[in-house]
């Protein structure tokens, strides 16, 4: 990370800062940089800045840095940070609006993760369910990367994990219906 | 032939674990003089102590060895429960088998025989023990507090409340100290001066506290409950008798000079008191300034008081009183951090300040009023940077240790600073937070959470770049290289000990550590009392702290004190230095080698060859004398000698190790 100056940081990118926390129900002034999110994370190793170094971004006010980064959508939710923290900063939450901003403003750090997500949250609002044959389908023409996984296809028709009939939950329209309502209450 | 018992302590496995303690108490028992030689789980214990005094009785002992703990421990112990046998207490030696021998070992192989040779030892030194006895020496009821700060009015006032009559010797021209220049208070912001000047006053009214302010301990000689004590009191030129303190003097005086109190951020007069709440309310004259005492021009003040209370003539007072116990409250002073942080600029940047001064500028009777403004250009800076351990924790540059305090007032510059500048921003450059204390860790998070922004690193230089002071440092936490354009700067800098504190120390035998912090007897155990009997410390003088810790160690050294006055008489120190006048030539290499200026030459006659002569010898004063046996070293005909610690003993013990 080059040299940063703290002191062209602006008063609207501390109040961006306030607004993801709200989102989040977190006082970033809470955290005092203990780490344990960051020790107990299961994707820390794939992520290009750590859980407490996102916070950190946002203490000082640094969002478009936290915006960029990449690790809000490595993230995998688990919910070990929030449930460990012992200040009580829901990291969860952040990571997610953090997303949630940086979609707003256009940018997409993690291109396929957003694709596969959209694709994962699509087929389940039609399906009821997540319908692996689909999904692989609409994430390799919708990334470009048409080969990827096909090698595992055969495995996985031979033991009945794809086919040609596509399976779908008995109340399709109800899980439709909680899908569309997170999706208008700012999901994504 | 002697008696000797010899017990040999397991402590639990503290020595039975390094040491066959079995085999010790078994080679023990072939040396001469040895009756008995056993062993016991817990020496010290009650039943321990019983099992010795059976074995004196049954045995018919005369004198014992006890091989267990370093003699700092228990030796004191084991003299007590002597004290309720047939046998003196000083017929006891202590045998340290665990400090010097099982906790430094690791195998039995080489702890055991060791052991035999420390009892061996013990053995042929308590064979030439002979009984001692005290002499009792009469106790002066009369405290001398040597600093007038939060510490040494606290001590002063819990003492005089207990009865006793206190003196205070401030060197300034006020009582108060460090802490009534503060605002505020960490953690509870109470308003220093409000908490301070009570205090003061209080002091100033107490029928029981005499207060000597501009004044300084010359010399002290004596001991405990007896020290003879030589204070001048500088000229103030102004009769103290009849000033009424109206300060009129101050408006009048011409003579403008750079305040103290105000850490050279405002002026003051040549006729002055240091702060409105002064005490005594009483102005002094500062000699080197006034014109009248300078070029014999002047003397406005003279024209003006109505009382006629300048005197120009005025000499200093020294006056020579005995005291029972002295408390050395000399407290500390900010390290000069212009002289040593070049990278900070050293001094050069105006708006580079002090902690105090910051203290002193968000005052509001301070400079500004309470108005926080740049020293440079009285504008109110919209970004304050506050830089941690400015020589502190910095052994190369400045000291090695935590100053303790600098955590918490920093906290609270950046909550005084974000109160009053409403679109202020304010940085913080720490390496540690370290808040404990009741209600500490809570103020820091909340100004935190006032908008106090963090940063975890030093900073590494700052430069002027069009009027702002760049701040260059690393945020260790983003792992990343950050630099704040600031409008102040204000370093919390290293509490070192005040000027004088060294040279109080030398003059009144206390061990001063690396830093010239005044050392206690125990760092656990003894924390207020010295090495030298009837003085104590309170407050920053010892080491860095807060005012809570200061007060603290104040009262518990008042009641130290309150303690020693408690009696009339005080049992001496039977281990010391005698001198056998038949083989004293007077030279006086014990004189000036003794630490406690105990010896003195005296002159004697006697009869010596069948004819009277006039000669001087050594004399040691006991209650001076401490036992440190440096004299017996330094005389060369052997007439110093230490009871309890005889040559011959020593020797004795020297043949018992060598013996193969």
């Known amino acids: 990370m080059d040299t940063v100056n703290l002191s062209n940081v602006t008063n609207a990118q501390f109040e961006a800062v306030e607004r993801i926390g709200k989102e989040a129900g977190v006082d970033y002034d809470d955290c005092y940089q203990c780490g344990k999110c960051t020790a107990g994370c299961p994707m820390a190793h794939a992520m290009d800045y750590a859980p407490r170094q996102i916070i950190r971004l946002l203490q000082l006010g640094l969002v478009e840095e936290a915006l960029a980064a990449k690790t809000p959508w490595i993230c995998a939710h688990c919910m070990v940070c929030s449930a460990r923290c012992p200040q009580g900063v829901d990291i969860t939450a952040t990571m997610l609006a953090v997303r949630r901003e940086s979609k707003r403003r256009g940018l997409k750090p993690a291109r396929e993760t957003d694709i596969f997500d959209d694709a994962f949250i699509g087929n389940v609002r039609s399906f009821g369910k997540s319908n692996e044959a689909i999904l692989a389908a609409k994430y390799n023409l919708l990334s470009g990367h048409l080969m990827q996984d096909m090698l595992n296809a055969p495995k996985m028709a031979m033991r009945g994990m794809i086919g040609p009939k596509i399976h779908s939950v008995k109340d399709k329209d109800a899980v439709k219906c909680l899908v569309d309502k997170a999706l208008n209450k700012g999901g994504e | ?660």
């Open chain 2, 1 to 660: 032939m002697s008696r000797v018992g010899v017990f040999v302590c397991h402590c639990g496995s503290n020595i039975a674990g390094t040491v066959d303690v079995e085999r010790v108490a078994e080679e023990a028992g072939k040396l001469p003089g040895v009756v008995l030689a056993t062993t016991n789980k817990y020496m010290c214990s009650a039943p321990g102590q019983q099992a010795v005094k059976d074995a004196i009785v049954e045995h018919g002992l005369d004198r014992i060895v006890i091989a267990s703990c370093s003699p700092r421990m228990h030796e004191a112990t084991f003299r007590k429960m002597l004290a309720g046998t047939d046998i003196n207490p000083y017929m006891l030696e202590i045998a340290n088998v665990r400090e010097q021998c099982s906790w430094v070992h690791k195998e039995k192989e080489v702890g055991t025989p060791k052991a035999v040779d420390l009892v061996k030892m013990a053995v042929a030194k308590v064979n030439y023990d002979a009984p001692l006895t005290t002499t009792t020496i009469p106790v002066n009821k009369r405290a001398l507090i040597i600093g007038g700060g939060i510490a040494g009015m606290q001590a002063a006032l819990d003492i005089a409340d207990a009865g006793y009559p206190v003196t205070i010797v401030e060197k300034e021209p006020s009582l108060g100290g460090k802490m009534v220049m503060l605002d505020k208070t960490f953690p509870t912001m109470d308003c220093s001066a409000c908490i301070c000047t009570p205090k003061m006053t209080d002091v100033g009214a107490h029928p029981n506290i005499t207060i000597k302010t501009l004044a300084e301990v010359e010399s002290v000689g004596g001991y405990v409950g007896n020290f003879e004590v030589t204070i001048r009191e500088k000229a103030k030129y102004v009769d103290y008798d009849s000033c009424t303190g109206c300060g009129l003097c101050e408006t009048k005086c011409p003579q403008k000079v750079e305040s103290e109190f105000d850490q050279g951020l405002a002026q003051r007069r040549a006729i002055y008191r240091p702060f409105a709440q002064a005490v005594p309310a009483k102005p002094s004259i500062d000699a080197a300034h006034c014109r009248k005492l300078v070029d014999g021009k002047c003397g406005v003040c003279e024209k003006l008081c109505p009382c006629g209370s300048i005197k120009f003539d005025d000499v200093d007072k020294v006056s020579t009183e005995t005291y029972g116990a002295i408390i050395v409250a000399t407290g500390y002073q900010l390290i000069d951090w212009t002289k040593i942080y070049g990278e900070y600029g050293g001094g050069r940047y105006k708006d580079v300040i002090s902690g105090l001064q910051f203290e002193r500028l968000v005052n509001a009777s301070g400079p500004t009023e309470g108005h926080i403004q740049r020293p440079s250009d009285n504008t109110e800076p919209k970004t304050l940077v506050i830089i941690k351990c400015v020589g502190s924790r910095d052994p190369e540059k400045g000291k090695s240790y935590c100053s303790r305090a600098c955590c918490m007032y920093s906290a609270k510059h950046a909550h005084q600073y974000l109160d009053k500048v409403k679109d202020g921003r304010c940085y913080v450059f720490y390496m540690d937070v370290r808040a404990a204390g009741k209600g500490y860790d809570e103020f820091y998070m909340n100004t935190q959470h006032d908008g106090a922004r963090y940063v975890r690193g030093r900073v590494s230089k700052i430069y002027n770049q069009n009027g702002k002071l760049i701040c260059q440092g690393e945020d260790t936490l983003l792992g990343s290289q950050v630099v704040v354009e600031a409008d102040m700067v204000v370093v919390e800098t290293a509490m070192v000990p005040a000027d004088d504190a060294n040279r109080i120390g030398s003059m009144l035998g206390i061990t001063r550590d690396k830093d010239l912090w005044l050392s206690e007897a125990h760092p656990k155990l003894r924390p207020v009392e010295t090495n030298s009997g009837g003085i104590y410390l309170a407050g920053t003088c010892q080491g860095p702290k807060d005012i809570p810790d200061s007060v603290a160690q104040a009262s518990a050294a008042a009641m130290k004190v309150a303690i020693l006055f408690s009696k009339d008489e005080l049992e001496s120190n039977a281990m010391i230095a005698h001198s056998t006048t038949s083989l004293c030539n007077g030279c006086g290499a014990c004189v000036s080698i003794c630490p406690y200026t105990a010896i003195t030459l005296e002159e004697i006659t006697v009869r010596e060859n069948s004819r009277m002569v006039t000669r001087p010898v050594s004399k040691v004063n006991p209650g001076l004398c401490q036992g440190c046996g440096a004299c017996t070293v330094a005389c060369r005909p052997g007439a110093m000698d230490l009871r309890g610690f005889t040559d011959e003993q020593i020797m004795k013990e020297v043949a018992a190790l060598c013996q193969w």
